[in-house]
């Protein structure tokens, strides 16, 4: 073999191995890269998923807020004219059933005492959300009666001093579902909220 051809060898073999190193740091780079965008990936849908946070140790997953009222269209509604106004059971049943409360009857009661306050919700422990969700259909000044009943159905007696309810887009807007945050955590046995009109 002549030094020509001698020369000629090295110089492929040169190529040839500056070609595989060529290979090789491609292939390193493209593993590192691919390995860090993952890893980024990662920790990123970990915080997202509240695993850990960014910057901190992990925190406890939020609890879902307990609803304190119910959808109209699942409350069961009594209404009762506890005044000698004619008439008025029925305008105000007329109203809750525009805004998809479920009127079960309409009637005139005497009291044996008259109302002190507007109107006066009564219901049992299986109707709270209930009572709370149609109270907050009329006026600040509501009374709230729990009257140990079984049922779910709620009675509106409507006072001497009736005068109206409150407008229906701020009626409807006052029994809006509060909204979960995103991951929260519905507990398991949620308290019973005591209803109240606010």
Known sequence: ???????????????????????????????????????????????????????????????????????????NVNVINGTDRKGLAAAVAKELQKRQFKVLTIATGVEDKALTT??????????????????????????????????EAVDVVIGAKYKAMVAAPKGLAAIKPKEDPRGCVHPTTPPAPTPSAS
């Open 118 to 151: 507007a109107v006066e919700v009564r219901y049992g422990e299986a109707g709270a959300l209930a009572a709370r969700t149609v109270s907050l259909q009329f006026p600040a000044k509501v009374k709230m009666v729990n009257d140990k009943r079984d049922d």
């Open 1 to 75: 073999m002549s030094p020509a051809d001698v020369d000629q060898s090295k110089i492929v073999r040169s190529r040839e191995q500056l070609s595989r190193d060529r290979r090789r740091r491609q292939t390193y780079t493209f593993v590192s890269v691919f390995a860090l965008v993952s890893l980024i990936g990662l920790v990123a849908f970990g915080n997202w998923q509240q695993w850990w946070t960014i910057g901190g140790s992990a925190q406890a997953a939020t609890t879902c807020p307990v609803q304190t009222v119910t959808e109209p269209r699942f409350t």
